[in-house]
């Protein structure tokens, strides 16, 4: 049997969050579409960069099932380069602006780790998710930022910028210092009053193939935390160099860790295939739902 009365958390944690005064429910897991405004994202880069196209794209997660539309206009696979605030800018508010104009009720997230960032797009659109790649540690006035705004932020672990994180990255026990990090990120981000927090271990992000996998496996240690756990492995190198295929041929693996991801306590999946993640979370919701 996959599932028995054991697998249940001892922690209990929030059921929802607030998103703009709007309450969005945890009771069950849900997907995260990924809509990249990029030229140079690993997988998809390119593939959004005119208005009709993200429209179209948006449409598709809202479409396919997806509860969140997270759009990020820089890079952050392993070797990019920082590019500017302004080229950020340039390539996300007219992104965040027409995904908020033709489907006003989607519940959006932003991917930056850049204070003036968030300042800008909660300027033009209102309230969002934070998604904030670096954990706090790239902009040290982002938590601050947060709080002020009252915005839901997604806290992921990082270790180092984008164009060193994959050299040679080296952990005693890579669960227990990504848990030590989180926890000194949220105890700040509760004093100064953040409500809604989302926690990401930051698979592929500073860590090798074995390092994802170990996360994976003890995914259950961070129910310690009781908040909201995100999980974003899709198509991913961890997936695909240890498969020996491309990113274009890695929906399959994909799918089986998203699978592991939710037996081990996961509420959000953060997924390039939006109607795959949903079938997956049908899948092993009905599965838990017997075992009880």
């Known amino acids: 049997m996959l599932f028995t ?10 059921s929802s969050l607030n998103l703009n005064g709007k309450l969005v429910s945890l009771s069950s897991p849900l997907v995260m579409g990924i809509l990249n405004v990029t030229p140079d994202s690993f997988y ?26 997270d759009i990020g206009a820089m890079s952050t696979r392993p070797g ?26 989607a519940s959006l997230s932003v991917d930056t780790y850049r204070s003036d960032v968030v300042k ?3 300027n033009e659109i209102g309230g969002f998710v934070v998604n904030d790649i670096s954990g706090g540690a790239f902009d040290d006035k982002i938590f601050e930022t947060v709080a002020d705004l ?11 910028k984008s164009d060193v994180m994959q050299n040679s990255p080296v952990y005693e026990d890579v669960v227990k210092e990504v848990i030590l990090f989180l926890a000194t990120k949220v105890q700040i981000l509760r004093q100064l009053g ?54 274009d041929e890695s929906l399959n693996g994909t799918t089986v860790l998203n699978t592991l991801a939710l037996t081990g306590g996961g509420d959000i999946l953060r997924v390039h295939d939006v109607k795959e993640a949903v079938e997956t979370i049908k899948l092993v919701g009905k599965i838990k739902s017997i075992a009880k």
């Open 5 to 14: 009365q054991n697998d249940k958390s001892f922690y209990k944690k929030r």
């Open 44 to 69: 998809d880069g390119g593939a959004y960069t005119t208005e009709s196209a993200i429209i179209e794209r948006a449409a598709e997660i809202l479409d396919e099932g997806g509860q969140f539309i």
């Open 120 to 122: 800008a797009v909660y």
């Open 150 to 160: 009252h915005l839901p932020y997604i806290l992921m672990h990082s270790k180092g």
């Open 194 to 247: 953040v409500c809604d927090i989302i926690i990401d271990p930051g698979f592929g992000f500073g860590k090798t193939a074995d390092h994802n996998f170990e996360l994976l496996n003890r995914l259950d240690a961070f129910r310690i935390f009781e908040l909201p756990l995100l999980v974003g492995i899709s198509r991913k190198a961890t997936i695909w160099r240890t498969l020996d295929i491309s990113p």
């Open 80 to 105: 990019s380069i920082e590019i500017s605030l302004q080229e950020e800018l340039d390539r996300l508010l007219p992104a965040v602006q027409v995904v908020r104009k033709e489907f006003p009720a």
